[in-house]
């Protein structure tokens, strides 16, 4: 049996020797995502939020590639994942600051470093924007309110017209309002991110 090459990519090891400064260079980044298994590592402790063993990690990416249950893994499927990720996947991570391993005891979280590759991918735990959705919803009330109120349903007789469409504009304004805050502060996200790429 041929033995796995775990020896390190010459940008990862150069970032691990340089200290740990919180930076990682987008070839690190790159190189770490190019991998579907590393990929798969970092979406399954997204979707867990905390630590977790190596055989119940294994046993899902196993799941994964076989499109089938964990339940229904061969022992051969299994144990295929199980040592490319012991031998291979999580040590290239961990030296890379992605993850935190635990080589001995076999648990694995995710490190400070994970959010810088967390962005580049697609991932159904991330936020979508749907400000859309609360336009829409906005302007099909909006209307109903100023139409009711200049057709004279009741009770929007006792508020004039004008003062009902201002209700409505001070909606869209607030609206629009909290859409800048809500960018500007997920842009300051993304911009402290790409300040400790490389």
Do not use: C
Not at 73 to 98: C, E, F, N, W
């Amino acid at each position: 049996m041929s033995s796995m090459d775990t020896s390190l990519p010459e940008e990862i090891t150069s970032v691990t020797d340089d200290g740990d400064d919180g930076r990682l260079s987008k070839d690190v980044i790159f190189e770490l995502l190019k991998n579907r298994r590393r990929r798969e590592v970092l979406t399954y402790l997204l979707e867990t939020d905390g630590t977790v063993t190596l055989g119940e990690l294994a046993e899902q990416i196993a799941a994964w590639e076989n499109d089938t249950t964990v339940n229904a893994l061969s022992s051969d499927q299994r144990k295929r994942v199980y040592v490319a990720l012991y031998q291979t996947h999580l040590p290239k991570m961990d030296d890379a600051g992605i993850i935190e391993y635990d080589q001995d005891r076999g648990l694995i979280e995710l490190s400070d470093n994970a959010d810088l590759l967390m962005m580049y991918l697609d991932t159904d735990t991330h936020q979508t924007d749907r400000w859309d959705r609360w336009y829409a919803v906005v302007s099909v009330v909006g209307a109903a309110v100023v139409t009711a109120a200049y057709l004279g349903v009741p009770p929007l007789t006792i508020v004039p017209t004008s003062a009902v469409a201002g209700v409505v504009v001070g909606a869209f304004l607030a609206l629009s309002l909290a859409h800048v805050f809500v960018n500007h502060r997920r842009q300051q996200a993304v911009d402290g991110k790409l300040s400790r790429i490389e």
